[in-house]
Nanobody, 121 residues
């Protein structure tokens, strides 16, 4: 089995910064895609950033120039650096990964349980 665990959320003032980390553990073989989504209360989940194993990145327009997605050297973790935070960034941030498992023949999508980011003065 595979687990994704997010960390780094918390309360920050507008204009501040946070760094979120997602770690994949368990029977992980190869990670192909890692991404961050967010969901505010009463709103739909949205994709905010995505990083492929080949280094291709995607950012939703509202976070371009402020957020940065990156991987560690082992490629089993993904980070999201959140700078110049705005109140509208307040949401639960979820990590998602497309990966294969040890002994498996198919890559599947996995989700973490989320970490809360609150931007407020």
């Amino acid at each position: 089995q595979v687990q994704l665990v997010e960390s780094g959320g918390g309360l920050v003032q507008p204009g501040g910064s946070l760094r979120l980390t997602c770690t994949a553990s368990g029977s992980v073989d190869t990670i192909y895609i890692m991404a961050w989504y967010r969901q505010a209360p009463g709103k739909q989940r949205e994709l905010v950033a995505r990083l492929t194993s080949g280094g291709t990145t995607y950012y939703t327009d509202s976070v371009k120039g402020r957020f940065t997605i990156s991987r560690d050297n082992a490629n089993n973790t993904v980070n999201l650096q959140l700078n110049s935070l705005k109140p509208e960034d307040t949401a639960v941030y979820y990590c998602s990964a497309v990966l294969s498992t040890v002994g498996g023949a198919t890559a599947s999508n996995y989700w973490g349980k989320g970490t809360l980011v609150t931007v407020s003065s």
